[in-house]
């Protein structure tokens, strides 16, 4: 999976991450919240912090551990909320560490690592096919949003 982009949920105003199957037409919506979701979007555009974020940080003490992240895995859907594991390299070792997805992604955005998603995660999860359309439409929409001058705007200047 890859990270397709952030939106925000219109009815919650909570943002969620779209992850986006490379191999096929699967979507995968997660909400996350607003601090997960900046630290994502941070990683994402490459903004650097004066101080180093916690997700930084986290990178940091794993090279300075010399450990890494084989993969991050979202492997659960339990009432609605998402489980996900992180996998540790140390010595040839792997370690599973438990994690929310939103934290697990914005690791593997920082040290470029696999991020997957079980069968089981995308079959039950009620939004997964219905979500490609909508990510689709906001395509097109973005696009016919940026394609208007401000002539098309008229006295609403951006």
Known sequence: MKIRGLMMDPVTNMPIVILKD??????????????EANAIALEIEKVSTPRPM???????????????IQKVVVNELKED??????????DGELISVDSRPSDALALALRLDCPIYVDDSVLKSSKLSST???????????????ESLGDEDLGRYKM
Do not use: C, M
């Open 81 to 90: 909320t998402f489980f996900a594991v992180i996998w540790v390299r140390r």
């Open 54 to 68: 916690t997700h930084d940080l986290i990178k940091t003490l794993l090279l300075g551990l010399d450990a890494g």
């Open 22 to 35: 490379v191999a096929s037409a699967h979507v995968l919506p997660i909400w996350v919240g607003i601090y």
């Open 131 to 145: 979500v490609a359309d909508k990510v689709n439409n906001n395509q097109e929409l973005r696009r016919y949003l």
